[in-house]
């Protein structure tokens, strides 16, 4: 028993870690109420978390999925650049957005990490990781899909101190403020990730005061290996064996792909292994991901399928092992750009998907629209001839499973707490106005359990001279059904000229420029289908004529079911025999 | 005589007041699903003399009942061509974050009864398409077809202007006189057209239970009593009439909860204290909300079914701001597959109940932990206490694993049932920037003043109140409200350019229908109080503040006021303020109260001592210092007022106990309350 360990009562303990999880929780709030971006209390694309003194996560507070685990290794890269020689002190603050040095994502993601001292002694860290608005480089808001290197793409961070025992260093401000397009926004999100990082500070040692500093220390152990000990036991109870799948990056933005990418999962009684070899080299054009991205990504879909319940905490992963090349697609290297990492790494969160769904059905299902499908559109406003951004990820389907149809128009697994933009405020502030806003009915995805619908979002352009830079990732190959599933669609847009003129289907394209009354159509895949289509109940089938998800031809073709267009009333026919 | 009746989920309580002042309750069984049986149950227990209400006020679970159980009426909807799916892809976000098989919340109204109509309004209000009344004939008459009962209506930007919402309702009627139809509209006047679309379609769904159930209810009291004024209680904490709360019943969703929160702030006003936190334990649940100033906060950010793993359904309703979290008196401890010891969210419910109630309860509850600590005594439950059956019960399923004896385990839950009510007030109170010591702690329901003294101290809050009638302090609430109307419309206009004549325009339109709705509801306009609020922002941000603002005509210096306080309650909130940055009122909102007499309430004689009241002492298990220590315990009613009792101490009143540790001492106010100093600094 691990509470015999120690002589400090369960319940103590239990009151400590809970301490801890709502200080994680307290530092969340922190950062979204003092942000003044959009993208970070909107889309409330940021992180942030505690980890014990060498690094290993206790609490982390997500916005979305795909920043799981990349705090501690910012904290890891602190302690190898700072670690020895007590270079680090009380009031130190390191910022990182170097995406091959502990940084992971892109260089959008700037990170701090606050070192919290007790006595003396260092204990724990503080450290979240936010998205800016703007990094610099070659376009405005930064990321971008045709970038050549990293130097195009912004701003980096190689792991400095920002503050240096409580001194800021204006110098480091001063050269961020020159290099950014919008100064007030990006240093705004920086004070206000200075602030959260002091919260989790002041509530630890506040902890500390109470309970006393080896009660921490013992909660934190045991909080790791509680962790350790429930994901263990989630092990044990998946299918023993390796497990292969294979699959694509379609493009790298500028002209090259699609490029291979695979993986080999082996699940014995105490470990999880990726290996990812063979995969694609690293790649000219920015859809390169880093190693510490990697492992975000595997961890996103070891969490799916152990437990996705839990509090997160570094002792759940260590049953995780992830082989790769080095310098591969998923193990980029500098100088490799990496704005648009997140579609490589939803292509190895996929991969294992993929090769786990018809062996772990209760907790996997078909594959989903397996793209950010990431939409920046520029211009200005009809009325107040203001210049407006629209930012944002686009909703899709996703698959069918057992027992469950797939949900319809539902970010990407890599987002999460996001949310889509209403109509009606889309409509005030920017210089469009939406045709429509509708579930994409394409016929496909049938199964026993369907996928969910994608979406069409139509933007008629109001103004001339506007600019839409779209990243619709998995426009080539549909996506896949399980359980004989049939497969769902392609993620895709065209451009609907005023002038009768149609063009397209494209997937990623940059500053595509639209005139006044242009419309924009914006498509996003149907999930893939799970089981065979013709056991899907025929009353079902029938329904899903009524509600126009699928026309009596396919209620047909696909199902096995005749329905009457009028009635409804429907009979079964000969293949379901 | 003013009588409330609240149903709950296993009682339905009823206060009234007597014409001596004196306050008096009486609780019957609550009897699903003719609630109103309940009602007259409940009527009749109290033994009062029916036909001398001269007011009757009703707190109902109807609403809300009829949502989560899915027993409304066949409701089919109306939207803007092109916009007919925005209910089923909602806002497209995932709380569950690592869950591959997370399941998006189902519409309330399927696909093919969702249809949609030529018609157009640009953000401005302006309008592009006119309505295609054609179309509506035809949906109108497919409705028909399909057996449909209810008819919510909802194009884009009827909030700005709603004509085309108003004439496809009154085509509506012409056609088909005996649906229930509701236009986005009439229920709420905010942007975003998922919120809104999802609220009139749920009031829709509601609209025929709730009319019968109030018919009945109506029916039933008109039986022996003609003349009383009918209230029913909404969820922003006031009354409305029978009649108006039909039009819009998703108003009553909240209907009893907030009423104890409602009651809270009248009884600070009585005692001289204006900030409060508010905290109701029931069964299953704990429920807290802040008041600051005596104001009793109000918004629409209300979702039923949200929880940190599924998105709900938004309701754009005016709520009173509670935070709910799933641990009561019923709460089940266990212990997870690490075994870490938890309490709560499940519940042994009222059937079978925690394992001392003897009705079959297996699993160890918060309830039972109180009973073998000796915080409760097996004499006062309504059952057959077995005493050895909850200690086994508790040694087997929570104490063996950490070696240790029941009362230690006992101990144990209620430590970490108070730790996660602890993160549930601070959630309200110090996470929202304010500081618990300039708060008073006032704690109701059948567990608030078991937990509340512990948990004040732990907070940092100096006084607790455990107030007259707490078991039954919703129905109190009740008899003490007004009735309340909250007018929320959205206005998008920046500070700096704001037409201050439109501005007056804006409101008098707003307190016109308000004297309007007043009027129907027989109050005058002298009873009539506004107050009115700027829900505003920063330019290009998206969450608002609630600023008080001043009623009459603003003067250009009274705008320059209403920007400084905004970005005062900016910074209070959010840490920061901008200075330079422009400022944007996204929402009007006016809160109108229409006032009506209410009971005084009697300070109370007691020619009682210390001795009278004292039953017993008896041991109880304390953590701090820990072990048994002999306790004294009273009687509530029969205690002296003002005399002092120090901690540990026990007081015990139909259906509820209070505990005060050592280092804590309590007293008997003049309207009987109890006051209890906490020791926090």
């Known amino acids: ?577 | 005589m003013r009588v409330a009746t609240d149903i709950g989920g296993t009682f339905t309580d009823l206060v009234y007041v007597d014409d001596s002042g004196q306050v008096e309750v009486a609780k019957s069984h609550t009897t699903p699903p003719n609630f109103e049986q309940g009602v007259m149950d409940v009527l009749d227990k109290s033994e009062i003399n029916k036909e001398s209400i001269s007011t009757f006020i009703h707190g109902t679970t109807v609403i809300i009942n009829a949502l989560t159980e899915r027993k409304g009426a066949k409701t089919g909807l109306i939207t803007t061509k092109g916009f007919r799916d925005v209910l089923e892809i909602a806002r497209g976000n995932r709380p569950d974050l690592f869950n591959i098989r997370y399941q998006k919340p189902e519409p309330f109204i399927e696909r093919y009864l969702r249809k949609e109509v030529d018609e157009r309004l640009n953000y401005k209000g302006e309008v592009l398409s006119p309505l295609n009344t054609e179309q509506v004939k035809e949906i109108v008459e497919y409705f028909k077809n399909e057996n449909v009962e209810a008819i919510a209506v909802a194009y884009l930007h009827s909030y700005v202007n709603p004509e085309h919402e108003k004439e496809t309702v009154k085509l509506i009627k012409e056609l088909w006189p005996e649906v229930a139809v509701s236009a986005s509209h009439d229920v709420t006047k905010e942007w975003r057209e998922y919120e809104r679309t999802n609220t009139v379609a749920l009031n829709a769904y509601v609209q025929p239970a709730a009319a019968t159930y109030v018919n009945k209810l109506h029916t039933k009291l008109t039986d022996f009593n003609t003349s009383s004024q009918n209230y029913i209680m909404q969820s922003n904490g006031g009354t409305t009439t029978f009649e108006e709360a039909k039009k819009v019943p998703i108003n009553m969703v909240e209907s009893g909860p907030v009423a104890g929160i409602y009651g809270a702030a009248v009884l600070g006003e009585l005692i001289g204290e204006e900030n409060i936190i508010a905290f109701d334990i029931g069964g299953t649940t704990a429920k807290c909300s802040l008041i600051e100033k005596g104001e009793v906060k109000v918004s629409t950010d209300y979702y039923i079914e949200r929880t940190d793993r599924n998105a709900g359904y938004p309701i754009k309703a005016p709520v009173v701001d509670i935070v709910e979290i799933g641990n009561g008196g019923g709460s089940i401890a266990w212990l997870d597959d690490a075994g870490s010891l938890k309490v709560g969210p499940q519940s042994a419910g009222a059937v079978p109940g925690p394992v001392s109630y003897g009705q079959g309860g297996t699993e160890p509850t918060t309830t039972d932990a109180n009973l073998l600590t000796g915080r409760l005594s097996a004499k006062n439950f309504d059952y057959d206490v077995d005493l050895d059956l909850v200690r086994d019960t508790i040694q087997g399923k929570i104490a063996n694993h950490f070696n240790m004896t029941a009362e230690e385990a006992a101990l144990g839950i209620i430590r970490i049932a108070n730790s996660n009510m602890l993160n549930a007030l601070k959630l309200i109170s110090i996470r929202k920037g304010h500081n618990p010591q300039d708060f008073t702690l006032v704690a109701f329901g059948g567990g608030g003043s078991m937990h509340a003294p512990a948990l004040a101290k732990e907070l940092g809050v100096g006084k607790v109140v455990i107030p007259i009638a707490s078991p039954v302090f919703s129905a109190w609430g009740m008899l003490m409200s007004d009735l309340r109307h909250d007018y929320i419309k959205t206005y998008i206009k920046r500070l700096e350019n704001l037409d201050l004549n439109e501005m007056t325009t804006q409101w008098n339109e707003i307190e016109s229908e308000a004297y309007q709705q007043f009027d129907n509801e027989g109050i005058k306009q002298e009873d009539v109080v506004f107050n009115r609020f700027a829900d505003m922002r920063y330019l290009g941000q998206e969450h608002t503040v609630k600023v008080p603002v001043p009623a009459g005509e603003w003067t250009d210096e009274q705008l320059q006021n209403i920007v400084e306080k905004f970005h005062q309650l900016h910074e209070q909130n959010y840490t920061f303020r901008l200075d330079d940055t422009g400022t944007e009122i996204v929402n009007l909102h006016v809160t109108a109260f229409g006032k009506v007499q209410k009971p005084i309430v009697q300070k109370i004689e007691r020619n009682t001592t210390l001795d009278d009241a004292k039953i017993e002492t008896r041991d109880v298990y304390f953590e701090n210092p820990n072990g048994w220590v002999a306790t004294d315990v009273y009687q509530r009613e029969l205690l002296p007022v003002n005399e002092e009792i120090q901690g540990p101490a026990i007081i015990e009143e139909k259906a509820a106990v209070t505990v005060i540790y050592e280092g804590q001492s309590l007293k008997v106010d003049d309207y009987g309350n109890l006051i209890i100093e906490t020791g926090a600094r």
């Open chain 1, 1 to 577: 028993m691990l509470m015999n360990e120690t002589k400090i009562d369960p319940f103590t303990l239990e009151i400590v870690k809970d301490s801890l999880l709502a200080a994680g929780d307290e530092m969340f709030i922190a950062l979204a109420k003092t942000s003044m971006s959009p993208i970070i209390y909107e889309v409330l694309d940021y992180a942030s978390g505690l980890t014990d003194a060498k690094g290993q996560l206790l609490t982390q507070g997500n916005g979305v999925t795909g920043f799981i685990g990349m705090l501690s290794y910012m904290v890891k890269q602190t302690l190898n650049k700072y670690g020895e020689n007590d270079k680090l002190k009380p009031g130190d603050i390191i910022v990182i957005n170097d995406p091959y040095g502990g940084g992971g994502s892109h260089l959008s993601d700037v990170g701090l990490v606050m070192p919290i001292f007790y006595d003396g002694e260092l204990i724990a860290f503080s450290a979240n990781k936010a998205h800016w608005t703007e990094v610099g480089g070659k376009d405005p808001g930064s990321f971008t899909n045709d970038s050549r290197d990293i130097f195009q793409e912004g701003l980096q961070f190689p792991s400095v101190k920002l503050f240096d025992g409580g001194k800021l260093n204006e110098g480091l401000v001063e050269i961020i403020q020159a290099n950014v397009r919008f100064p007030d926004l990006s240093l705004g999100d920086m004070w206000a990730q200075v602030a959260a990082l002091k919260t989790g500070e002041r509530r630890v040692k506040e902890i500390c005061d109470k309970y006393g500093k080896d009660v921490i220390l013992t909660a934190i152990d045991n909080q790791l290996n509680h962790g350790e000990t429930i994901s263990r036991q989630e092990l044990k109870k998946l299918p023993k064996g390796t497990f292969s799948a294979n699959g694509f990056v379609e493009t790298d933005g500028i002209g090259n792909g699609p490029f291979p990418i695979k993986v080999e999962v082996t699940i014995t009684d105490d470990e999880f292994v990726c290996d990812f070899r063979g995969s694609s080299q690293q790649v000219p054009g920015p859809v390169n991901c880093s190693f510490t991205g990697l492992a975000s990504a595997v961890r996103t879909i070891f969490l799916a399928i152990t437990n996705p319940d839990q509090n997160v905490n570094d002792g759940v992963f260590r049953p995780l092992k992830i082989i790769v090349d080095d310098r591969s697609i998923m193990s980029a290297e500098r100088p490799a750009p990496t704005s648009n990492y997140f579609e490589t790494m939803l292509g190895c969160t996929d991969l294992i998907w993929k090769a786990l769904a018809p062996h772990i059905p209760h907790r996997l299902a078909a594959a989903h629209l397996l793209s950010v499908c990431s939409v920046t559109l520029s211009g200005s406003h009809q009325d107040t001839n203001e210049p407006f951004l629209i930012v944002e990820p686009s909703v899709g389907g996703w698959g069918g499973a057992d027992g469950q149809d797939g949900a319809s128009g539902q970010f990407c697994v890599l987002d999460g707490e996001t949310y889509n933009v209403p109509v009606e405020v889309a409509e005030t502030r920017y210089g469009v106005m939406l045709d429509e806003y509708s579930l994409r009915i394409d016929g496909t995805g049938a199964g026993e359990y369907i996928g969910g619908k994608g979406v069409i979002r139509s933007y008629r352009a109001m103004t001339d001279g506007q600019e839409a830079t779209i990243t619709y990732g998995r426009n080539q190959y549909r996506l896949w059904g399980t359980g004989g599933g049939l497969e769902g669609s392609v993620n895709e847009f065209y451009i609907e000229k005023a002038d009768g003129e149609v063009d397209g289907p494209y997937g990623v394209y940059p500053r595509y420029q639209l005139h006044k009354d242009d419309v924009l159509k914006l498509m996003t895949a149907t999930g893939g289908g799970y089981g065979d289509p013709l056991k899907r109940p025929a009353d079902q089938v029938a329904k899903d004529v009524k509600n126009e998800y699928y026309t009596v031809d396919e209620a047909k073709t696909l199902f096995g079911v005749a329905v009457d267009p009028e009635t409804f009333e429907y009979h079964e026919l000969d293949t379901r025999k």
